[in-house]
């Protein structure tokens, strides 16, 4: 069992950066992608980035240039710079873990709060 523990988030200023970071504890051994997921209000939970154990990423379409993901692969962890934040950036992000292979494995964090103001 695997279990992911998120922090960092917060209320911030558009403009803004915030910086969230999680860790993964248990039996993370395994190649897998990190990374975070969102649910912003009014939408469907979409994947925001992600970082394979590689170094390959993803980034959705509304935060490349403007958010980074980072892995510690020492301390199983991921972490999520965010600049220039927007209005639009306010919902809860949930850090992620997915193993390669099968059976398929995958984890969610609790989620933390992200608040945009203007």
């Known amino acids: 069992q695997v279990q992911l523990a998120e922090s960092g988030g917060g209320l911030v200023q558009a403009g803004g950066s915030l910086r969230l970071s999680c860790a993964a504890s248990g039996n993370s051994y395994g190649r897998n992608v990190m990374g975070w997921y969102r649910q912003v209000p009014g939408k469907q939970h979409e994947v925001v980035a992600q970082m394979y154990d590689a170094g390959d990423t993803y980034y959705a379409d509304s935060v490349k240039g403007r958010f980074t993901v980072m892995r510690d692969n020492a301390r199983s962890a991921v972490y999520l710079q965010m600049n220039s934040l927007k209005l639009e950036d306010t919902g809860v992000y949930y850090c992620?873990?997915?193993?390669?292979?099968?059976?398929?494995?995958?984890?969610w964090g609790q989620g933390t709060q992200v608040t945009v103001s203007s």
């Open positions: 992620h873990i997915e193993f390669i292979g099968a059976p398929r494995r995958q984890f």
